[in-house]
């Protein structure tokens, strides 16, 4: 399934990815930010488990902002699989 992430912190306002199960895919950042990290980024994750990207990428920060594109990633993961466990009403 696709969702979008709408990131607070970063230069990058957006991030859209797929998700099946815990497998992430087609990450694009969008609105902004670093081109290199933003093309590079994507590219390291393809294929990773939710669990894989927080470990290798959760908590990078970016200056002094306190986060960066890549923990927004793990950030924005993590809420799209646990939203996509989540019993429906």
Same mark, same amino acid.
């Given at each position: 399934?696709?969702?979008?992430? #709408?990131?607070? @912190?970063?230069?990058?306002?957006?991030?859209?990815? /797929?998700?099946? @199960?815990?497998?992430?895919? #087609?990450?694009?950042?969008?609105? @902004?930010?670093?081109?290199? /990290?933003?093309?590079?980024?994507?590219?390291?994750?393809? @294929?990773?488990?939710?669990?894989?990207?927080?470990?290798?990428?959760?908590?990078?920060?970016?200056?002094?902002?306190?986060?960066?594109?890549?923990?927004?990633?793990?950030?924005?993961?993590?809420?799209?699989?646990?939203?996509?466990?989540?019993?429906?009403?």
């Amino acid at each position: 399934m696709e969702y979008t992430y #709408h990131t607070e @912190g970063t230069c990058a306002k957006r991030i859209r990815f /797929n998700l099946d @199960g815990d497998v992430v895919s #087609h990450v694009e950042f969008l609105d @902004g930010g670093c081109p290199g /990290n933003l093309q590079a980024v994507p590219r390291l994750v393809e @294929g990773m488990t939710v669990e894989e990207i927080e470990k290798k990428i959760g908590g990078i920060q970016c200056g002094y902002r306190g986060t960066s594109c890549a923990d927004q990633l793990s950030k924005a993961v993590r809420k799209a699989y646990d939203e996509s466990k989540a019993p429906v009403d």
